[in-house]
């Protein structure tokens, strides 16, 4: 603790140069969150007419009762709305409003309740294009339903609610539908399904086209994306690799691009629970800069703060990261 805080005093003073840093590093801390708070949460129901299709989601609500920005979470395959509450809690506590969504077909009925035997026949059977398409339909969907819940004086998110400046994450199955909604192509065609009410995007185990090219799949992504993975991040189902996984950063243009690469971090390093294939213990430490580079990054490109901009573009970020993790922007 005492290293970090002696980090922070001299980069604050001294950037590297001699010169004192107008922005100073001890200005800027993407862990520091309200004494005593704890997030209220609803768990709602959205209605998608069109595809007859029902979507719920959590909303982790922030201490203001102001406007506030939203700040949107996927799941990953067999996942469901409770899972990665840990994200919802830290987001909220720093003013967004996170909406925790959860995809019918391949969500945590694909195995619940089922012999164990079967669980994992189930978990393959819903990971295909087709839930994909529908996943992707599930953002706008949401998106639709809390701008009409803010304007509604009857509904308990009145008023509470900004849909201007949204932020949009994932992990694995959720990190592949915040690509596709956030600038992702398909072939030579830009996804249809991108939304241009999402202004920033965190991918946690994002995964490389499966046909075509990466560079033409990513060419089309405007807004800032921030990918983060490590170097265990495998997973069962789906066959991306560490290095899938890790060529999508080099594929992505240039701007406001950020890649974090947590060291014997597995596939469960982003979630808040094991999953099947872990082979080694957990580290807390992943989730602290897991915490801290999203929180940075939301008050970047969402708030416009300089100050977070600069925290995730400086030495700053090594705080809150250990020897042999990777980060690199561009």
Same mark, same amino acid.
């Given at each position: ?99 925790? !969504? ?6 945590? @009925? ?11 026949? @189930? ?26 819940? =803010? ?35 398909? #072939? ?23 046909? @075509? ?24 189902? @789906? #066959? ?44 807390? =430490? ?25 925290? !995730? ?18």
């Amino acid at each position: 603790m005492f290293d970090r805080l002696f980090f922070l005093i001299t980069f604050a003073l001294v950037n590297g140069t001699g010169v004192p840093n107008p922005v100073v590093a001890t200005q800027y801390d993407p862990m520091v969150l309200p004494k005593g708070f704890t997030a209220q949460t609803m768990k709602l129901e959205v209605t998608d007419r069109k595809r007859d299709r029902e979507i719920p989601i959590k909303v982790y609500l922030p201490e203001s009762e102001s406007p506030s920005t939203v700040v949107m979470f996927s799941h990953g395959l067999g996942g469901d709305r409770e899972g990665s509450a840990y994200l919802g809690e830290h987001w909220a506590a720093r003013g967004y409003v996170a909406v925790f !969504l959860q995809h019918a077909g391949s969500d945590s @009925g694909v195995w619940k309740d089922k012999p164990i035997g079967d669980r994992m026949k @189930g978990m393959q059977e819903a990971a295909t294009g087709r839930n994909l398409i529908n996943r992707v339909g599930d953002v706008p969907a949401v998106l639709n339903q809390l701008e009409e819940w =803010n304007r509604e004086t009857s509904h308990p998110l009145h008023g509470r609610i900004d849909t201007e400046r949204v932020g949009m994450s994932g992990h694995s199955f959720g990190a592949l539908t915040t690509q596709s909604v956030s600038g992702q192509s398909a #072939g030579r065609f830009r996804s249809r399904g991108t939304d241009t009410r999402i202004k920033a995007a965190v991918m946690m185990s994002p995964s490389e086209p499966r046909m @075509g090219n990466a560079k033409q799949a990513f060419a089309n992504v405007e807004i800032p994306w921030m990918l983060m993975t490590g170097t265990k991040d495998t997973a069962i189902i @789906g #066959g991306q690799t560490v290095q899938s996984r890790r060529a999508v950063f080099p594929a992505l243009p240039e701007g406001d691009k950020y890649e974090l690469v947590l060291h014997d971090a597995e596939h469960s390093a982003f979630s808040d629970r094991s999953l099947p294939g872990d082979q080694g213990a957990r580290n807390p =430490n992943h989730h602290v800069a897991i915490l801290a580079l999203s929180t940075a990054f939301w008050d970047a490109y969402l708030r416009d703060d300089a100050a977070a901009k600069a925290w !995730l573009q400086s030495e700053s970020v090594r705080t809150v990261l250990e020897p042999k993790d990777v980060w690199q922007t561009k």
